[in-house]
């Protein structure tokens, strides 16, 4: 993979990037490696792409190279959204030990975005470079993640007016998916660029990260596309702000209006800053996330709520660096209501149930830019407590064929509801006790879900269910969590290469009774016990009694702390291992002669 960025002056400053990429397809699994997209500016005034070529090598039966070239009809143009098209191509009568090979030209009229150099890819890389090209009268800084050393190629300077840089890497891993980890572009190799084009006194100055996010900030509340919608008239509109005039307190109306957006926009949006008409958006009852929050604040505003908009990066876009100032690495909006002068809600009126006693879950333990004119700062957006709460009720009684029939009541509370919901996280990060569909004899009779009207209640889940336990002669044999999906450990490797990012606090509470007739008696009971990490941000409680007739067992487990540093991974690791070993602990039963 070879890349070389040139930044030049002819009449204005254009970007100029080269980019060659060489693939061998050792197997079948290499084959969607052949499916290529090349991103473009489609409005040719500010970028095109050019000299596209794709060739593919194989071998014949006689071990000689054949060559075959794609043609004009191979390539394919796709528009995405607005400005920004793909062209999308495969690779042809590919076989084992096949070769495909690409290369193009892009240039664009911009001076300050320069695309990341992508070091590590999902499969191994023999060899990657970088040709860094720039003005003398240009400032350039990089940032590196995921690696902090680099070989330097050495190039000699052709031009005594431009900056050379360059770096390359061989034998480069593929990168691996770690369970828990922040996200893909946090831990990946890959080098970031900012670009300033000037140079002069002032630079020091004008690229301070303090004045670069300001600066930017106070543009967009300056710009009539973003802050000029904030003031405008949304047709439409004039009912739910005389309604919400009426309520007594600030609270009130921001709820009132919070629940209004978010059922003027029901289903899926995308995520998103780009912001069109708000007009057009309320009427077709469409938009991005961003449409949807820019709404939102245009209508507290006509509350004289105090409100902001606040720039986020999502999970999946990973975490900001707000000294490497780059607003690509801001990909949503969402809104700041300020219920008085020290308590505010953090509101995202795109997810149909989230509550707004809740930040985001996609968005929590991620630092966001307030744009407050005159006041543009960073902030982080944290939240101790568990919002990811399940509470189980499950009743059962034993019948004298041995066969569990029972009931249960489930409540999931903030996150565990949008879960279940299928709402809330971009990233899919469902790993909690949620109902078996494994467990051999469980059958689920009926199951049933309630939601109120109110986001901020729980979801409501009763189920009928009968299991037959694990049967040997006179013995039952069952375990506590038969229900429930009891995950495997996710944390089984001898090492660990990235943080541990459980995405909020959590805390689940299980509480099983059991109900048995005198032919029955107990054989064996799980203990009670208590499992504490070393730091006491993880633990696991269960409560066993006993009488005859009768076993409760209470289970909790408590998660205090959402991210975990790398070197803390072996206390991590160990305390899910002795967790996994509990939960293999059953009930064992004898049915008396």
């Known amino acids: 993979d070879e890349v070389s960025f040139e930044l030049y002056t002819n009449g204005d400053m254009q970007l100029k990037t080269e980019h060659r990429t060489r693939i061998k397809i050792f197997n079948e699994n290499g084959y969607e490696h052949a499916n290529i997209n090349i991103p473009y500016l489609t409005k040719k005034s500010l970028g095109k792409i050019k000299e596209l070529t794709a060739y593919v090598y194989t071998l014949d039966q006689n071990d000689r190279i054949v060559v075959q070239k794609l043609g004009k009809d191979d390539f394919f143009k796709q528009t995405v959204v607005g400005k920004l098209g793909l062209i999308k191509f495969s690779f042809p009568n590919l076989k084992r030990g096949s070769v495909i090979e690409y290369s193009y030209t892009r240039m664009e009229q911009n ?13 191994p890389t023999a060899y990657t470079s970088l040709i860094l090209i720039t003005p003398k009268t240009s400032i350039l800084k990089n940032k590196i993640y995921g690696q902090d050393s680099l070989k330097i190629l050495p190039l000699r ?9 360059s770096w390359y890497m061989e034998n480069v891993p593929a990168f691996k998916v770690e369970p828990y980890m922040t996200s893909r572009i946090d831990n990946r190799m890959r080098m970031v660029f900012f670009h300033f084009p000037i140079t002069n006194s002032m630079i020091s100055t004008i690229t301070n990260p303090v004045f670069i996010w300001s600066m930017v900030g106070e543009h967009m509340l300056e710009d009539a596309q973003f802050g000029g919608q904030i003031k405008k008239q949304i047709r439409g509109t004039d009912k739910i702000i ?8 600030v609270n009130e109306k921001i709820k009132f209006v919070y629940e209004a957006v978010k059922r003027r926009f029901p289903g899926d949006k995308d995520i998103s800053r780009e912001i069109k008409d708000l007009n057009d958006a309320w009427k077709d009852q469409s938009g991005t996330t961003g449409e949807v929050n820019l709404i939102l604040l245009n209508l507290l505003g006509k509350l004289k709520v105090k409100s902001y908009p606040l720039l986020v990066s999502t999970r999946s876009n990973g975490m900001v ?3 490497f100032p780059s607003f690509g690495q801001l990909n949503a909006l969402v809104a700041v209501a300020m219920i008085d002068s020290s308590h ?7 997810l149909s149930h989230q509550s707004i006693d809740c930040p985001p879950v996609n968005i929590l333990n991620r630092e966001a830019l307030l744009l407050r004119a005159g006041n543009i700062q960073w902030f982080m957006i944290e939240d101790q407590r568990p919002l990811f709460k399940q509470l189980a009720n499950i009743m059962c009684d034993i019948t004298k064929e041995g066969v569990l029939e029972g009931g249960a009541s489930i409540q999931h509370y903030n996150y565990a509801k949008q879960y279940v919901l299928d709402t809330a996280d971009e990233t899919d990060r469902r790993t909690e006790n949620f109902l078996s569909k494994k467990t051999p004899g469980l059958k689920i009779v009926s199951s049933e879900k309630t939601l109120t009207e109110s986001a901020d209640d729980p979801l409501y889940e009763t189920i009928n269910f009968t299991y037959e336990p694990e049967q040997t002669n006179e013995f039952y044999f069952f375990k506590p969590s038969f229900l429930f999906q009891i995950p495997g450990n996710p944390f089984v490797a001898e090492k660990r290469s990235t943080d541990i990012d459980f995405g909020y606090n959590q805390e689940i509470i299980t509480s099983l009774q059991i109900s048995f007739q005198p032919s029955f008696e107990k054989d064996h009971l799980p203990g009670s016990i208590k499992l504490i990490s070393p730091d006491s941000s993880l633990i696991f409680t269960r409560m066993v009694s006993y009488k005859p007739g009768q076993i409760d067992i209470t289970a909790n487990l408590q998660i205090k702390k959402s991210i975990y540093p790398k070197d803390e991974y072996v206390s991590i690791r160990d305390f899910f291992k002795k967790l996994q070993g509990l939960a293999a602990e059953e009930i064992i ?5």
Request: proline fraction near 4%.
């Open 321 to 323: 660096d707000k000294y």
């Open 344 to 350: 505010y809600y953090l509101l995202d009126a795109s």
């Open 157 to 165: 300077k052709k031009n005594s007016q431009l900056n050379y840089s």
């Open 111 to 123: 001076f300050f975005d320069i695309d990341p150099w992508e070091i590590q890819d999902d499969i």
């Open 589 to 593: 039963l004898k049915k008396k002669n």
């Open 242 to 249: 005389d309604s919400a005039k009426a309520l007594p307190s």
